[in-house]
C-alpha cells in the first residue's frame, strides 16, 4: 500500500483535537482502542492548532484487527473513514469501524 492508497479521514467533528481546523490536518492518523472502542491515537487536545496546512489526512495504521476494514494492520475501507468523539472526555471513535 502506497500513501496514495491509503484512506483518507474523510470527516472528523473532534473540535477539541489540535488537528482539527476544518477536518483532520495530520499527516496520518493512527486508530487504536481497546474494549469495543477504535480511538484516534493521534488525538491531541492541545491549545493551538497544528498539522499541514491543508486536511489531506490519511489513515497511517489500525491496529483494530477485528474490524472488517482491516488487513495486516492497515485500514482498507473504501470511502474512507468518519471520526467522531466518543463517550468519554478526549475520547474519539472511528465510526467506519465494523465488528467482523
Ligand atoms: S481526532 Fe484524530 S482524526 Fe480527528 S482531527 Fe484529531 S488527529 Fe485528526
Ligand atoms: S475502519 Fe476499521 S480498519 Fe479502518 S481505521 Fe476504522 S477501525 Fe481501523
Do not use: Q, W
Not at 499541514?52 to 490519511?58: C, G, N, R, V, Y
Amino acid at each position: 500500500m502506497t500513501t496514495t492508497d491509503m484512506p483518507a479521514v474523510s470527516e472528523c467533528t473532534v473540535t477539541g483535537c489540535s488537528y482539527n481546523h476544518d477536518g483532520c490536518h495530520a499527516f496520518a492518523i493512527t486508530v487504536s482502542g481497546e474494549h469495543g472502542h477504535a480511538d484516534c491515537a493521534t488525538f491531541i487536545p492541545l491549545a493551538r492548532k497544528g498539522g499541514l496546512p491543508m486536511a489531506i489526512a490519511k489513515v497511517g495504521a489500525c491496529s483494530r484487527t477485528d474490524c472488517m476494514h482491516n488487513r495486516d494492520l492497515e485500514c482498507t475501507a473504501p470511502g474512507g473513514v468518519r471520526m467522531a468523539p466518543g463517550v468519554g472526555e478526549n475520547t474519539t471513535n472511528c465510526m467506519t469501524y465494523a465488528r467482523m
